[in-house]
């Protein structure tokens, strides 16, 4: 028992670690509370019974599952299950008259074959990755309300009834969940986007600022403590693929918000995460050296220190700038800057290394961090083109 | 008109090639159109329908909602689902017990105050990582059975009645869609797994196979056509991380089935893929030197080409025949060999550069691929030890 009960204390200290981390979640789930009670007392109330029946329990079902976290997921949710619904209510009602023409025993037989077909098409068509990623939902409710309006049907002749019924109670779930998810503190993914990709590009800039300092320094003191965190923080930038895709598709729902419009570029956003991931794993080569067996001497390092330094730190500043000029959405020329700088502390270096420096072979390690840093450069510039 | 036909034509042809990639999709689809009407059948006869009502209902749109592409997704599913509702039914018709005892007004109150409490903790439980990922759905559930019994007791004082009508028509939906997917041409994301993991390990080693004579012969002909497909395979292994954690997960919830045991080391293969990542960021940086502007001279490039090419052969026969090994889950020392062949190959390469080849500058580019290269090795005998 007392295992147990540690155990438990350590799941409401995981619980409420999460909610520092993020507020917004605790809001959110006061939300999601909130307005399925809110709903539900909308069940108590006798006229609304006495006009959808049991249905009227569907609106609460969808607003529980409606409701997501950010205005953008719920937005599309709401919207694919009421589309959906709609066109399937009427094709679920077409498919019942076409049925009863026939009567007796051919009325179940034609509704099978109806939803088999219905079914099977439209699962296959969930795998179209298009399909995938916007209308997934949308798709599954499409066969859901088919089938439950089709094979009603079995049993009771007013379907059209019943169909209205379901797509007036998920217009209210759906309608609930939306006003209150953008009325009440919403989370707009768009800006969650847009400030993870500034992230990013900053972790790089600190990655990189630290970078030189670092390297030069490691056979000095062969690096113990300070605080070398900077150094990890651009793993998450290398398998950021995924979670920006699908941000930035759930962001396309969003209506316009603060300085976000409608159909703000978000298509933008994924190539600059794109470059901002190259980079990153040019960084991670670059992090690769720093653990390398094969160590310049520091004869050889002090002289191309200045150099690479030199390129590292201005490229560190001009990612920063351009994460900066990202989150204030401006334009400005300090990031050119700073590529300029730090290009022709590259071609510094190139010459450095041209000149009579090739006695020892080891040295040209610190080659790449130049390539790597010039490329570096290119992707600054091309990320400039956009925010 | 035209132009929408044109575009229907084009979303058919998109569907069969869909098909065509992998065919076990219209299998899967066809099983579900099948199941949904099976159970449908099921509501179509008098004594169920009797005992259950429009309950039977659910029972379809359990098997729409559960039944997943692979064996993994769909148990999974199907098991927080059963449980979810049986857990939730049950704290359901207690919180209505408590409730009616003090009748009233209280009533209603009571049962408000209960689902706001519910819905919040478990909707900020959601976030949670390691609940999220295998518990996500049935998270989801809970708040709904829950509210569905909660809420339905405004209404109808036979709470117990409505919990076990949904517990036992979410039992049958889940069972058939579970049974439907293990015996009809189970789709095992095991397996899948398994093998995307080769398939990862393959594409590294054909790139690198390939590598070698594309590097030392970019000079002579500027690479114009062949077929070079293998020096992007690898791409996909970068961001692999989402989706082969994902599978991972679901992969747990898959009984024993061909060669895998049910508690399979399902982290090992994420190991695994972790280290073909850190491999693929390398490469990345290998083929990076096959874009660069800065190019080595012919003349020191073919004093590197033997040892150079040495190792690139090697460790792809390595990774190569890990994957063939993975592949056929045995133990072989086949790679152990390549791997020693290539290290020593790299000591060559270490030994040519420290003789006095350090004349011109911009051949040291290469050291960084030998390097790599041993990196690799190292790696390679590091996947060696799992398979």
Known sequence: PEKLWQKIVEFAWRLVKLGKED????????????????????????????????????????????????????????????????????????????????GGIGEPIVISVFVVLIAAIVTFMRFLPKMKARYDYGLMMFILTFCLISVSSYR???????????????????????????CVWPVWIGVDLHNQIATNLEMLGSFLEGYADEYFKVSDEDGNSIDKSFLEGYKSVLTSKPSEENMANLARWEPRHGRFRYRHPWKQYLKVGTLARQCGYK???????????????????????????????????ALKELASTIRKMTKSSVPDLHVANSKAAAENLKSVLKSDWSKDVDLFEIIPGAAVASVLMEIATCTQQIA
């Open 156 to 182: 009771d002749d007013d379907t059209i009834h019943l169909a209205l019924k379901r797509l007036t109670t998920i217009i209210v779930g759906s309608c609930a969940s939306v006003i209150m998810c953008i």
């Open 283 to 317: 960084v991670e080569a670059l992090h690769g050296y720093l653990l390398s067996e094969m160590q310049t001497p520091l004869e050889v390092r002090n002289r191309l220190m200045e150099p690479c330094t030199m390129i590292s730190k201005e490229s560190s500043k």
């Open 23 to 102: 507020p917004r979640r605790i809001v959110h789930s006061i939300k999601v509370g909130l307005t399925i009670t809110l709903v539900s007392i909308f069940y108590y109330f006798e006229p609304v019974y006495d006009g959808l029946g049991d249905c009227a329990m569907w609106a609460v079902l969808t607003v529980i599952v409606v409701f997501e976290f950010s205005v953008g997921a719920t937005l599309g949710r709401g919207l694919n299950r009421m589309l959906a619904t709609l066109v399937a209510g009427a094709l679920g009602v077409g498919a019942h008259r076409i049925a009863t023409q026939l």
